[in-house]
């Protein structure tokens, strides 16, 4: 029951305007692909092409060995869930789910007894003939899915499931969906701008911004071995730190940071390295740097430092490996694992800091 | 409704009772008086004048030019309504402006346009007569005006409904399998039903008074092109005052009627917007 999906130099123009640009990607069968990026990146209208909402200007889409390019909605046969849920608001949660049933003509008792394995499926069973006005938010969600999932659709295609929900019921809605999706296994798109989400959830992720895949990869592959400076600094909190190669490290004045020796002698690079591989804890590492603030978060330390330069730092600490760090100390870091980048055109060094994930 | 707090006003009583004054000496009190003229030379005067054959015909004449608007304008106001929100073309602020034109027009400027047209030696004129279609002095000239100055009721009813649900439903119901016709049945058309029976409320109770065009087209046959309004204004001329006032009671009647259907839908789309 599960299928792949090939999308191939897939090309979106709204009047001059390109929305997506030549997106290449295969969406393996049984799994969960998603597809991450900011707002605005085109993930969605990317997602609406496979749906067949939107028409491509170029490329294609195949679905097993399908071509589905050329098929209206209709026929395509995925089940999408929306950011808000568009359930029908006349109809109760039974005709919702029914209705993908009800108009392929499907058997009344077919189309009853499915609705029900779905409504006990998202444990909605009491609330069949509720109308989605009356149910909280993860609910209509839940009845969203089941509505989907009712017709048996090869792919399903998800956007921004969770994004009009809030943090609580979002959390729980994403372990539910795991669950779901282990017991279903079927091939199914996620867009989302949530990073913590795709990591999560994904067996595999495609990331992209402004209308191009940056990278696609396995949650480890992008976020342990980002290959653009976007990947790096969107997925997972980085600090960015911008020097010019020498020798092969990136040089802030006395710092040296190595791993650029696939960079060219002499350009102006852009090292990313993660709060949590800011080593403080053994004292005696290559950088000077003073502590200006610490801040705890529970179980870690927000660390905030100050290099030579005047750059700012941020590592995140367990509080057993702290030591007594206190502010105003002059202590020396360790950077783990930085990735080196030639530094992106637009010089815009940010340094945000978001999750102590 | 009944929990909005009304904040003590000084001066609030004068104000409610301007207020019911307006209203109640405005509005209320010509309609007491013509159901009162009507009566007053006693009940029988009810079964006389509504069994005269000009009468009944008149009525009936407006029953089916009012049948025939409500329709036609109905069913193009929808798909007019639809175009205006969900698709985006060239001209397509200039038809959103071109909607509201017979609110703009007098109806009397609509009637004169369409002896310009339909009327001796109007421009179009020559082809149905040639065909031996009369159209002017005749009902197909008098629905014409008639839909003409209904066109916005239903349209400007709906475009709102249509805006404020937006395409996720519809893109549902299609990447479930609905065809557009199915989308249309059974999530678009439910959707805007309060707003579409409003409209035609609404379209009901103007093409039922409508007068000042059809007045100019109608060319005041009597028994042949005489509607309820028509027939109203000429026996009013000739001092048949209690007949005219009858029908006039009669026809206020049937707009009192829509006025408190339309109240009750328009709670009822309330009631139903409130839940979501």
């Not at chain 1, 058997?107 to 069949?128: N, Q, T």
């Amino acid at each position: 029951m599960s299928t792949r999906i090939v999308v191939e130099g897939l090309t979106k123009r709204f009047g001059s305007f390109e929305a997506v640009t030549d997106v290449t990607f295969t969406a393996p069968a049984g799994a969960i692909t998603a597809l991450l990026g900011p707002s605005g990146s085109g993930k969605s209208t990317v997602l609406r092409m496979i749906a067949g909402l939107e028409e491509p200007t170029a490329g294609r889409i195949v679905m097993g060995d399908e071509e589905l390019t050329v098929k209206s909605v209709q026929e395509r046969r995925v089940g999408f869930v929306f950011q808000h849920y568009a359930l029908f608001r006349h109809m109760t949660v039974a005709d919702n789910v029914g209705f993908g049933l009800r108009v392929r003509k499907e058997d009344k008792a077919v189309r009853e007894a499915r609705v029900r394995e779905l409504l006990e499926l998202v444990h909605l069973e009491p609330f069949a003939d509720r109308y989605p006005a009356q149910l909280s938010g993860g609910q209509r969600q839940r009845v969203a899915l089941a509505r989907a999932l009712a017709p048996a659709p090869k792919v399903l295609l998800l956007d921004e499931p969770f994004g009009a929900l809030d943090a609580k019921v979002r959390q729980d809605l994403r372990r539910w969906l795991d669950e779901l999706h282990r017991e279903l296994g079927v091939t199914s798109v996620l867009v989302t701008h949530d990073q913590e989400e795709a990591l999560e959830l994904a067996n595999q992720i495609v990331v992209m911004h402004e209308g191009r895949v940056e990278q696609v990869g396995s949650p480890g592959e992008i976020y342990d071995q980002p290959v653009t400076p976007f990947v790096a600094g969107f997925v997972g909190a980085a600090n960015v730190l911008n020097g010019e190669v020498i020798g092969g490290h990136v040089h802030l004045g006395s710092i040296r940071i190595p791993g650029a020796a696939h960079l060219d002698e002499g350009a102006a690079a852009a090292a990313f390295v993660r709060p949590h591989d800011v080593r403080v804890a053994s004292g005696d590492g290559d950088v000077s740097a003073v502590v200006e603030r610490v801040a705890s978060l529970g179980w870690l330390s927000r660390v905030s430092l100050r290099l030579p330069g005047g750059e700012t730092l941020v590592a995140h600490v367990p509080n057993d490996e702290l030591h007594g760090v206190g502010e105003g100390d002059a202590i020396r870091v360790d950077l783990r694992n930085p990735k080196a980048f030639l530094a992106p055109h637009e010089t815009s060094a940010r340094e945000e800091i978001t999750s102590p994930a | 409704m009944s929990a909005v707090a009304t904040p003590k006003v000084r001066g609030r009583g004068w104000l409610l009772a301007a207020c019911l004054v307006w209203v109640g000496v405005l509005l209320l009190v010509p309609l007491v008086g013509i159901v009162i003229t009507a009566l007053q030379p006693g009940i029988h005067v009810v079964t006389q004048t509504l069994s005269a054959p000009d009468v009944i015909h008149a009525v009936e004449l407006t029953a089916v030019i009012t049948a025939v608007s409500v329709v036609v304008t109905a069913l193009f106001g929808v798909v007019v309504a639809w175009v205006l929100v969900r698709q985006r073309f060239w001209g397509r602020s200039l038809m959103n402006a071109a909607v509201d034109l017979p609110f703009a027009l007098s109806p009397v400027a609509v009637g004169l346009a369409a002896l310009v047209l339909f009327g001796p030696g109007g421009w179009l004129a020559p082809f149905f007569e040639a065909r031996g279609i009369q159209i002017i002095f005749a009902l197909p000239s008098m629905v014409l005006v008639t839909v003409f100055i209904c066109v916005p009721f239903t349209i400007r009813e709906v475009v709102p409904v249509l805006e404020e649900i937006g395409l996720d439903e519809e893109d549902a119901s299609r990447t479930l399998g609905a065809s557009v016709w199915q989308t249309f049945f059974r999530v678009t058309l439910p959707n805007i039903r309060w707003a579409l029976t409003y409209g035609v409320a609404l379209t009901t109770a103007r093409a039922v008074g409508e007068i000042g065009a059809v007045l100019i087209v109608s060319g005041l046959l009597q028994g042949k092109t005489e509607t309820a309004t028509l027939f109203i204004f000429r026996a009013y001329e000739e001092r048949q005052i209690p007949a005219a006032y009858m029908v006039a009671l009669l026809l206020a009647a049937v707009s009192v009627t829509l006025l408190v259907v339309i109240e009750f839908l328009r709670h009822r789309q309330e009631r139903e917007r409130s839940r979501t």
